[in-house]
């Protein structure tokens, strides 16, 4: 493999019970990423764009065929392993932000590290661990917002906290799944906006599932899918 491809997927199926048979919803889909890229994926409803994208990260598990990062197959490895992947490597941006109500924004930021550390773990980094989120909040431009709760926020400032989420790890990709479906047109362009800077001035990967065409048109790379393939 190519030291540039960070993800590749290798005629990847996926089944779901169906009745008394089965739905097959992805179709031998073989895909390279390069690290760096911002990759769309689009299509209509139903064409497994999703479904491809929780497959790629450890979401899913395939029915057939490998899904390998910097040239690993991840899912031959242990449930362990794939964990510390998924949270350390890979990090995640949905439609709906998932935020806490109770936690204020630095509070959300930096929660994935309570998630995948141990209480003692988390103690021992705690003051550079909020530094990190602040650091990232203030990129985002919410050095304002640090102690609001998400009720507080608008829609596009509650997706920066989930993107600064995103980010706290430092991971190498990360997956977006329609991030501007819950917005209107205006804070859609800023977060389309945001996305590609953390692309050109940290060289972030991000493969994004989206039906917005402007969202698509940005990206490195359009990949379309139909009915359960890429066209």
């Keep these: 493999m190519s030291n ?8 990847v199926h996926r089944f779901f019970p169906a009745g008394e048979g089965q739905l097959e919803i992805l179709k031998g889909i073989s895909l390279d990423i390069k690290k760096g890229e911002v990759i769309s994926i689009v299509g209509p409803s139903g064409a497994g764009k999703s479904t491809l994208l929780h497959i790629m990260g450890l979401l899913d598990r395939p029915t057939a065929g490998q899904v390998y990062f910097n040239g690993q197959d991840i899912y031959a490895q242990s449930s362990g392993a794939q964990a510390r992947i998924r949270n350390a490597s890979f990090a995640f941006v949905f439609q709906f932000y998932h935020l806490i109500s109770e936690l204020d924004v630095l509070e959300n930021t930096i929660l994935p590290f309570y998630i995948s550390h141990s209480i003692m773990g988390f103690m021992a980094n705690n003051s550079g661990l909020k530094e ?3 650091e990232i909040l ?3 431009g919410l050095s304002q917002r640090i102690h609001h709760r998400p009720g507080q926020l608008s829609g596009g400032e509650q997706q920066r906290v ?6 706290v790890s430092n991971p190498e990709i990360i997956f977006c799944d329609e991030p501007t479906g819950n917005l209107d047109s205006a804070t859609s362009a800023e977060v389309q906006d945001l996305i590609l800077e953390l692309n050109r001035k940290e060289g972030k990967t991000f493969i994004i599932v989206t039906h917005e065409e402007k969202i698509a048109q940005k990206a490195h790379r359009i990949i379309r899918m139909v009915d359960g393939r890429i066209i």
């Excluded at 540039?4 to 005629?11: K, S, T, V």
């Excluded at 989930?162 to 980010?167: D, F, G, P």
């Design 4 to 11: 540039d491809i960070i993800l590749r997927a290798q005629d």
């Design 132 to 134: 990190r989120g602040r």
């Design 138 to 140: 203030d990129k985002l």
């Design 162 to 167: 989930a993107i600064a989420r995103a980010l």
